[in-house]
């Protein structure tokens, strides 16, 4: 089987999994992985929450977006672009109090109106970040399964070039319920792994290979 052949039966078990999360339990589960989320140590100390408005399947980040904002953090939420030059690529866009009243896209989430500014690469790279990153599935290595078109991969990989540069700090953390954790995500150079891995049963560190 090839690595895409991999990837497309992975996600479509992923997706049955998610689906058969009930309403409840996802509020619950997420809850507590909200928690967890905010007791990483380098949440404390992380200007910038780059985090995602929840789709239907997905841990939902309204609990998190909630306190973040609480504690003057400043959120974004990503904004997915095309240009001939760069392809598909993401921005995130500071989220405003009344975000709710954003026209909704089609999976029903707020999103972000094509004129509203986004965060230059100056503003995330030069201070202190902590990314919320979505994922159909993650591993004890830090791998990660996406959707398949690559937005977070790119990002990702942008983020640590120009982190170290511009004298800021990005920590990848992946934001998903238990279930998701499989023993391999398959994986190739245009992925891009995250740095830990957080689920309402605790904090997945891919150094140590161990849930804690």
């Known amino acids: 089987m090839s690595l895409i052949e991999e990837k497309r039966e992975a996600r479509k078990r992923m997706k049955e999994i998610l689906g058969a999360i009930s309403p409840k339990d996802a509020e619950k589960l997420s809850f507590q992985a909200a928690e967890n989320f905010r007791s990483l140590p380098g949440y404390a100390g992380a200007d910038i929450l780059l985090a995602f408005l929840s ?11 909630a306190e973040a904002r609480a504690e003057g953090k400043i959120i974004a939420v990503p904004r997915m672009e095309h240009s001939p030059d760069q392809g598909h690529y993401i921005v995130f866009i500071p ?23 986004a965060l230059s690469d100056g503003e995330i790279f030069s201070t202190s970040v902590i990314v919320a990153t979505p994922g159909l599935a993650f591993d004890r290595r830090g791998r990660r399964l996406g959707r398949g078109r690559g937005y977070y991969d790119r990002f ?10 511009l004298r800021g700090s990005v920590i990848a953390c992946g934001l998903c319920y238990g279930s998701q954790i499989v023993d391999e995500v398959p994986f190739d150079e245009n992925d891009s792994a995250v740095d830990l891995v957080v689920t309402e049963e605790g904090i997945l560190y891919p150094e140590y290979y161990e849930l804690t």
Not at 98 to 113: L, M, S, T, V
């Open 55 to 65: 789709k239907a399947g997905e841990i939902r980040t309204e609990r998190l977006i």
């Open 95 to 117: 989220l405003p109090d009344d975000y709710q009243i954003w026209p909704r896209d089609r999976f029903d989430i707020p999103e972000p109106p094509t004129d509203t500014l």
């Open 156 to 165: 990702l990989a942008r983020a640590r070039a120009n982190a170290g540069r």
